[in-house]
């Protein structure tokens, strides 16, 4: 049983995702990555959420360029959380995909974590936040990432003659 569904719209997507699939496997989250598309394979995108939730998973993370409708579609058929992960095009940045993440009806929540690679880095981080909040030995990991961050910060402001007064 997975207990995250990674939805990308494209199969040109999955470039973005190594950081953030490293850090899954590293908490030893389990996880399904698909391509599903909200508007060439909504049937698809239908059956995928449908056998997810029967399997009690509980996290989904989509990643999708320029309308960005999948999470919004995924979110429309279930309760469980949804991140969504907007992929910038050349023509718009990512904007529209930001815009129409962030214009989602009252009543149906998506929350997204920024563009691109960190983006997905942020949300695979987020979904297993959340995952922890059930599971001692995730959180601890969590815990651990977090400090390695913050002694990865200091030594590059001391490596760069940056002064740490801690």
């Known amino acids: 049983m997975?207990?995250?569904?990674?939805?990308?719209?494209?199969?040109?997507?999955?470039?973005?995702?190594?950081?953030?699939?490293?850090?899954?496997?590293?908490?030893?989250?389990?996880?399904?990555l698909r391509v599903a598309s909200a508007h060439r394979t909504p049937q698809h995108v239908h059956e995928l959420v449908k056998e997810f939730l029967d399997a009690d998973g509980q996290v989904f993370i989509c990643v999708a360029g320029m309308s960005a409708h999948l999470a919004g579609v995924v979110a429309g058929l279930s309760t469980r959380p949804v991140i969504a992960v907007?992929?910038?095009?050349?023509?718009?940045?990512?904007?529209?995909?930001?815009?129409?993440?962030?214009?989602?009806?009252?009543?149906?929540?998506?929350?997204?974590?920024?563009?691109?690679?960190?983006?997905?880095?942020?949300?695979?981080?987020?979904?297993?936040?959340?995952?922890?909040?059930?599971?001692?030995?995730l959180d601890a990991e969590m815990k651990a990432h977090r400090r390695e961050l913050s002694e990865k910060t200091i030594a590059d402001d001391r490596k760069n003659g940056i002064r740490f007064d801690g």
């Open 2 to 32: 997975s207990q995250v569904l990674i939805l990308l719209g494209s199969a040109s997507d999955l470039g973005i995702t190594e950081d953030g699939l490293s850090l899954l496997k590293r908490g030893k989250v389990s996880f399904s």
């Open 86 to 137: 907007p992929v910038s095009r050349a023509a718009t940045a990512g904007l529209d995909s930001l815009l129409s993440v962030s214009q989602m009806p009252g009543g149906i929540p998506v929350a997204t974590t920024g563009l691109d690679k960190a983006g997905f880095t942020n949300a695979c981080l987020f979904a297993a936040q959340i995952l922890a909040l059930s599971d001692t030995k």
